[in-house]
Nanobody
Framework: QVQLVESGGGLVQPGGSLRLSCAAS????????MGWYRQAPGKQRELVAA???????NYADSVKGRFTITSDNDSNTVYLQMNSLKPEGTAVYYC???????????????WGQGAQVTVAS
């Protein structure tokens, strides 16, 4: 079993900041990447930011310069620092882990339970 536990969502005013955390645990042999997706009401889930095991990052154009993804490899935890938040950032944010559970298993995607982020005055 692989478990992802998210924390850090909440209500913030426009221009404010929040930090999301996601801790992965369980049978993890190797991690390919960790990242964050979000899904706003009535919209498809979209990539916000991703961080590969090699240290490469990828951000949605809408968050570049405002959001930063980092990780603590010792604890398999990924963070998303969100600054200068905008109302259109209101969504449920999901942590994603792309990993292998053993040397012989395929790479699979695992998801956190989701954290609500609401940006409103």
């Amino acid at each position: 079993q692989v478990q992802l536990v998210e924390s850090g969502g909440g209500l913030v005013q426009p221009g404010g900041s929040l930090r999301l955390s996601c801790a992965a645990s369980g049978n993890i042999f190797s991690i390919n990447a960790m990242g964050w997706y979000r899904q706003a009401p009535g919209k498809q889930r979209e990539l916000v930011a991703a961080l590969t095991s090699g240290g490469s990052t990828n951000y949605a154009d809408s968050v570049k310069g405002r959001f930063t993804i980092t990780s603590d490899n010792d604890s398999n935890t990924v963070y998303l620092q969100m600054n200068s938040l905008k109302p259109e950032g209101t969504a449920v944010y999901y942590c994603n882990l792309r990993a292998q559970r053993s040397r012989f298993s395929r790479t699979s995607d695992y998801w956190g339970q989701g954290a609500q982020v609401t940006v409103a005055s």
